[in-house]
């Protein structure tokens, strides 16, 4: 009988796990996909919704047109896991139906969980796609306030760290820079953004943002760590200041899914130990663990949670379990933050030696300051996924141009 593979989660890293399973042909492995959704979405695409550039709708894409791309793997979509029996190796699903594996692929993502900043509940939170639409009002509200000669102020709060898409929250101040500049209103509007630590992107990302900073009137307030939120609008932070805001726009604190802390496998934390060099789980037999949900310490920092890196992780599980021959791991990410008009900053961290020699390899970081071509950068980089996803057919990312 073929042996059972069960990925759990189509994103980034189920998704890239299941097609090198796909592309292997006859591998011998009956493999399986659940998600609790039933679409693919890009968090980078974003933006351009609450920007209104384009409809929400447009930032997802169906799960169920993949298949040509996935020939011999099996969808479960819009199926819940209930909870993980790792010792009987087998998935609960949402209805009681067990299944059994032989090897099982953690892909499930992040939660937001507020819980640990009281009010922070009734905050944006930026990592969800259900705040789009909010997020669009926020927006609108601010520019109706402003042009009635009210100073408004946005706050962009990180919870804490490691985060998803590190350079989210900087984009998104960049990209309200513009829309208010392009609405006349810049000038009654204070854009900040407070992080826990000294600077939560890679060391030689600091130099370009700092300017950023300083040319969009952005402020960046390191080591403001927020302890608490209070009416929506207040934001209390652990030295003892405080700020009143018009909007807060937070990222809330992440961890993984209930179903995966509840075997008593992750860190105080929240996230999933693995080994850098296989993502494999310590002390759980055939159970990887790729993506946000992981943990993963280089030189005592964490390594950076991105869609690029959660893909390659999730190849580099299949190809282990396929003991392909020749395989070349590469753990070279691309994150693109749009700084509005057209431009962006590239920040290209590289881990493929610290997986190659765990004990001694260093990360290295390449920064570009994409001036005229970064927004082209970043939607080349959207469309190259839905390609491998959806194939050529499938439905290309084109926002309209920015009023």
């Known amino acids: ?3 059972k593979i069960i990925i759990i989660g189509a994103g ?4 890239g796990c299941a097609k090198a399973f796909a592309d292997a042909k006859d591998s011998g492995f009956d493999v399986t996909v659940v998600d609790a959704k039933s679409y693919f979405t890009i968090g980078g695409t974003w933006q351009y919704a609450w920007a209104g550039r384009v409809d929400t709708e447009k930032t997802t894409w169906d799960l169920s047109k993949c298949g040509a791309q996935f020939p011999g793997v099996s969808m479960l979509l819009d199926t819940d896991v209930a909870s993980l029996d790792m010792e009987g190796k087998k998935v609960v699903l949402g209805d009681g139906t067990a299944l059994g594996y032989d090897h099982l692929v953690l892909s499930p993502g992040v939660v937001g969980d507020p819980s640990s900043v009281p009010g922070m509940a009734d905050t944006l939170d930026m990592y969800s796609h259900d705040s789009i639409e909010r997020q669009r009002s926020d927006v609108h509200d601010i520019v109706a306030k402003a042009r ?3 100073t408004q102020t946005l706050l962009v709060a990180i919870g804490a760290v490691p985060y998803k898409c590190p350079v989210a929250p900087f984009e998104a101040a960049f990209i309200a ?5 392009r609405a006349g209103v810049r000038d009654k509007v204070d854009i900040v953004v407070t992080a826990p ?9 600091r130099a370009v943002f700092t300017r950023l900073f300083e040319e969009k009137n952005v402020r960046f307030i390191p080591e ?5 939120v209070e009416d929506g609008a207040v934001a209390k932070f652990a030295d003892g200041d405080s700020m009143t805001c018009s909007k807060i726009w937070s990222v809330y604190p992440q961890r993984a899914p209930d179903f995966v802390k509840a075997t008593g496998t992750c860190t105080t934390r929240g996230f999933v130990p693995v080994d850098i060099a296989t993502n494999g789980v310590e002390g759980k037999d055939g159970v990887y663990c790729v993506g946000d949900c992981c943990g993963i310490a280089v030189g005592g920092k964490p390594h950076p949670k991105a869609g690029e890196f959660a893909w390659q992780m999730g190849e580099m599980v299949a190809h282990d379990i396929l003991k392909t021959e020749g395989y070349e791991h590469s753990r070279l ?3 693109i933050a749009e700084c509005g008009a057209g431009a962006g900053v590239l920040v290209a961290p590289d ?5 190659k020699d765990p004990e001694s390899g260093k990360p290295s970081c390449a920064i570009e300051d994409r001036k005229t071509d970064g927004e082209a950068a970043k939607l080349d980089w959207v469309n190259k996924y839905i390609r491998y996803i959806f194939g050529e057919d499938g439905r290309k990312f084109e926002p309209a141009a920015a009023a």
């Open 1 to 3: 009988m073929p042996k």
């Open 12 to 15: 980034f890293g189920g998704l």
């Open 148 to 150: 009635a000669g009210e």
């Open 177 to 181: 820079d513009d829309v208010l500049r």
């Open 197 to 205: 630590v000294a600077w939560p992107l890679p060391d030689p990302a």
């Open 224 to 228: 403001k760590a927020i302890a608490s």
């Open 333 to 335: 990410g691309a994150c």
């Open 351 to 355: 881990y493929t030696q610290c997986v």
